[in-house]
């Protein structure tokens, strides 16, 4: 695995601009080649069977286009429903954000009782309830599908009263009197790499008793592990980094100039 190519991190839109963050915080000599599928955002409402469809286009594109030393496949609802099959297909290394999630959940969880948030085809799925269940079969999980928070999120809405109240909404059957777990949750899994940018809301409904985890700091974790241990770590003292969208590309600049605090150049990429 050669040290000096970039890591390709591939999402439905904005998300996986998240676990970017992270990447570029943890791994400052790594260079990045960012994929968002504007066009074809939210994947979380689409089939299983259009979402592997849509993820080998993007590894694919990744490969010609970024010629990566590893790709990270920062969609959850990707990760669920493709990991498996397009890792076999690609000759790229390839990580998802399930595993690493529920790692996080698990070591954050005092009660053994965590909720998920996710996209609906995530849920569906049943990936987290795997992946948390195989680290511990007596954890109790509560999974939680909400819609409409992707659109909202790419509309450019995270920070607003409709984000709250559907927050408020999808947070209620986690949450103590509601909860099928009494007495509610202790750890809320943000399932989905678009929720972090309504965190806000999330941890001001789920409460100082309850923790809000991501998996953006334990998929650095594992990209780290996985370039040291082949000796592929990047030896640059700097990194370049690019960001592309099918379809809009004023939106998700717009996410990602307030995210990096610098002026961010989306360039246009073509799936087929
Ligand atoms: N960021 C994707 C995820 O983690 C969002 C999926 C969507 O486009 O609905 O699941």
Redesign the pocket.
Known sequence: MPSDRPIGVF???V??LTVLKELRKQLPGESTVYLGDEAR?????REAAEVVLFTRQAIRWLAANADPKLVVV???????VALEVVREESGVPIIG?VRPGAAAALSATSRRAIGVL??R??VRSGAYYRALRDLDPLVDVLQQPCPTL?PLIEAGKARSEEARAAVRQYMAPLLSEGAVVAPGVDTVLL????YPLMRWAIEEIAGPSVRVVDSATTTTLAVREVLASHGALSRASSAEHRVFATGERERPRAVARAMFEEDVEVEEATLS
Not at 41 to 45: N, S
């Open positions: 999402d439905s839109g998300g996986g955002m939210p994947y979380g409402e920062a969609c959850n609802t990707a990760t669920a954000v996710a996209t085809l995530t992707v399932g989905c790499t678009h």
